[in-house]
């Protein structure tokens, strides 16, 4: 996420992890201080020097310095920058400071102050992988580099427990992003069905009021061409416009509220071929054959027969737009090894991008021009209703499978 782009409510959560940092490093940096450099000599010598070696007491001044820059650009300027500017300091102050400790001595190196191990086992609070990497990858390299320069084996000692320590801040980190993410996926199911609800609602209320006009419009067409027999073609044309805005209130009515189903005994050849005669013309249109293979005597079937004509027609349909330079669609009814009704249809269409595999049947989502992207939800939904279950093969610019499963016989025999 660009930082930017940051709600408030992220940026007060910086702010927080950037206050508990603060307060932390700097009571464990000046406590460290005073132990390492004036309580244990006093405790073993006695007395206090306070000459301290390296950077000397500028050091100390040099860190309230970082301070009061960190303090100022959390309150006035921006929050994400501050646990950068400490660890670059910080590994870039002590660097230096050892350098003149050590260099041309022949002291050995004892471990740098304890805040590093507050860097990286805190690194994961932040919930920022880059930070996390360069706090690993920071102190671990400022001891090697030491350890290079200066030839000495012991700065390796503490470059190893950075390296241990870094491997459990990891383990910390990955377990909130996956937590994290987890939530995030939760809440957007949340807001999808939220959102498709108000939809179907909406959908609901606008259709019925958009049937009852739509159906005297029809009628008052439909007579017109009946008293004017030889004057006008258009007539037809405006029928089946009218009808096709039917079928989409239809379909945009089955977001809110599915159907109740009326189950009955029917043929799926005649089911079949319902759909084929609606489809047939459309099809010879693009220069696409349909052949249809019905496997042995089929037994009937227990279903609502408008409702899987919908089905077969939304399939067929889509099949043929799939194929905009012709070819053949390949119809299958059979009965499978499960003792159920199979229907698959096979076309050489376009296919369907793997990226888009899981997004086709959600309502509103198309890829066509003039599509509703209402098809594929309605058709799911009614399978679903008939305890079916649709399958979707497809290879980008070979074809697809759509393959529908039906049981023979209906348990339970109630609408939705
Ligand atoms: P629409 O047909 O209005 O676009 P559908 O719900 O019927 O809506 O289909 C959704 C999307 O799924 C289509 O836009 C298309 O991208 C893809 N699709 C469905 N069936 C096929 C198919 N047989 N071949 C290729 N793509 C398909
Ligand atoms: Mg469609």
């Known amino acids: 996420m660009k930082e930017s782009s940051k709600s408030p409510k992220l940026i007060y959560e ?40 390296g950077f000397g007491i500028s ?13 100022y650009f959390t309150k006035k300027k921006n929050v994400y920058i501050v646990k950068y500017i400490y660890l670059i300091s910080y590994l870039f102050i002590d660097l230096i400071d050892n350098l003149i400790r050590y260099l041309g001595t022949d002291k050995h190196f004892t471990s740098g102050n304890i805040v590093e191990v507050l860097f990286i086992l805190f690194s994961p609070i932040f919930v920022n992988k880059k930070y ?16 290079l320069i200066l030839q000495d084996t012991f700065a390796l000692v503490p470059a190893l427990t950075y390296l241990i320590l870094s491997l459990i801040a990891y383990i910390i980190l990955t377990r909130f992003y996956s937590y ?9 199911e949340l807001r999808k069905k939220e959102k498709l609800a108000i939809i179907g609602q909406m959908a609901t209320a606008i259709g019925h009021e958009i049937r009852n006009p739509l159906a005297s419009l029809k009628g008052f067409t439909q007579l017109q061409q009946e008293r004017y027999l030889n004057t006008n073609d258009y007539y037809p044309i405006m029928i089946q416009e009218i009808d096709r805005i039917n079928s989409i209130v239809d379909d945009l009515m089955y977001i ?11 043929s799926i050849e005649e089911i079949i071929a319902y759909t084929l005669s609606i489809t047939q ?34 399939l067929i349909k889509n099949a043929i737009e799939s194929m905009q330079d012709g070819g053949k669609i390949k119809v299958h009814v059979y009965i499978n090894e499960e003792k159920q009704m199979s229907i698959s249809i096979k076309d050489e269409g376009c296919g369907i991008a793997e990226e888009h595999i899981l997004n086709v049947g959600e309502p509103f989502f ?18 679903k209703d008939h305890n079916g279950k649709l399958e979707i093969e497809s290879e980008i610019g070979k074809g697809t499978r759509i393959h529908v499963i039906l049981p023979v016989l209906q348990k339970n025999v109630s609408g939705s």
Not at 25 to 52: T, V
Not at 132 to 147: A, E, N, R, T, Y
Not at 366 to 383: C, P
């Open 59 to 71: 050091y100390y001044i040099v860190f309230l310095l970082v301070l009061t820059v960190s303090i």
């Open 14 to 53: 910086e702010k927080k992890a950037i206050k508990l940092f603060l307060w932390l490093f700097n009571i464990i940096f000046f406590s460290w201080e005073i132990f390492y450099y004036y309580i244990m000599p006093f405790i073993s010598r006695g007395e206090i020097d306070f000459s301290r070696d």
């Open 281 to 314: 013309q459309m099809a010879e249109g693009q220069g696409i054959m349909i052949e249809t293979t019905l496997a042995g005597p089929l037994p009937p079937l227990e279903c609502d027969s408008k409702q899987l004509k919908q089905v077969f027609l939304n």
């Open 366 to 383: 198309t890829t066509k021009k003039e599509g509703t992207g209402l098809g594929l939800m309605v058709t799911s939904q009614i399978i």
């Open 132 to 147: 996390f990497w360069m706090v690993s990858i920071g102190l671990v390299s400022k001891d090697l580099l030491f350890g």
């Open 256 to 266: 809110g509220k599915p159907k109740a189903i009326l189950f009955e005994k029917a």
């Open 180 to 188: 994290i993410s987890s939530l995030m996926r939760v809440n957007d």
